[in-house]
């Protein structure tokens, strides 16, 4: 059982950048999981966002949703079983729900994919 724990979202203008965390309570180490984040907006389906796969050692490879890419950036921080969203030139199309995600296994851009969820963060992007 993993507990994922989002945090960091928030009310913030279009263009302003915001960094959201991702831990877990549960005592696994998610340097051991792929690792990734989804969002969903109002009347739309969960979306991939990002994903960080772990190819072996603290090597990862990162993979972002061409609506994000160049302005997200994903990314961990090991000691401290941590992984972070970095957002950068906020827009207003980026308001969602931001959901922390992890698979023991490999993640891809599907949902079905995430073995483990986290409750969401809200992240509201005003014009």
């Known amino acids: 059982q993993v507990d994922l724990v989002e945090s960091g979202g928030g009310l913030v203008q279009a263009g302003d950048s915001l960094t959201l965390s991702c831990t877990t309570s549960?005592?696994?180490?998610?340097?051991?999981?792929?690792m990734g984040w989804f969002r969903q907006a109002p009347g739309k389906e969960r979306e991939f966002v990002a994903s960080?796969?772990?190819?072996?050692?603290?090597?990862?490879?990162?993979n972002y949703a061409e609506s994000v890419k160049g302005r997200f950036s994903i990314s961990r921080h090991n000691a401290k079983n941590t992984l972070f969203l970095e957002m950068n030139s906020l827009k207003t199309e980026d308001t969602a729900v931001y959901y922390c995600?992890?698979?023991?296994?490999?993640?891809?851009?599907?949902?079905?994919?995430?073995?483990?969820w986290g409750q969401g963060t809200q992240v509201t992007v005003s014009s």
């Open positions: 995600a992890a698979s023991s296994s490999r993640l891809g851009e599907a949902s079905h994919d995430v073995e483990y």
């Open positions: 549960s005592g696994r180490s998610l340097s051991r999981d792929a």
């Open positions: 960080s796969n772990r190819i072996g050692g603290n090597v990862y490879s990162t």
